[in-house]
């Protein structure tokens, strides 16, 4: 059974940093499935944050071009992602999802705030 799990939420400063992590757990071919961070604010839908395409490459949405990374650790099973220079538009809930399938995790909380 394919399971997500996000952590590394928290409450940060504007102009701060955070790492989020995905652990995934029971997923055959780990290393070259699509992989994705969401994020949902109250009151908003949920929108697509950055990706992992199959062959490794990223794409990024929004505001997160230029700010976020996202990143494969093949060896922890973890799908990374780190923000930089945080405002308070990126408080939000932040889920993890295997790409093209209803598999998503809890979700992280991250709020920006001073």
């Known amino acids: 059974q394919v399971q997500l799990r996000e952590s590394g939420g928290g409450l940060v400063q504007p102009g701060g940093s955070l790492k989020l992590s995905c652990l995934v757990t029971g997923l055959d071919m780990f290393s070259v499935t699509p992989m994705g961070w969401f994020r949902q604010a109250v009151g908003k839908q949920r929108e697509s944050v950055a990706a992992?395409?199959?062959?490794?490459?990223?794409n990024y949405f929004g505001s997160a071009k230029g700010r976020f990374t996202i990143s494969r650790d093949i060896a922890k099973k973890t799908v990374d992602l780190q923000m930089n220079n945080l405002t308070p538009d990126d408080t939000a809930v932040y889920f993890c999802?295997?790409?093209?399938?209803?598999?998503w995790g809890q979700g992280t909380q991250v709020t920006v705030s001073s």
């Open positions: 992992l395409t199959q062959n490794g490459g990223t």
């Open positions: 999802n295997q790409l093209g399938t209803p598999r």
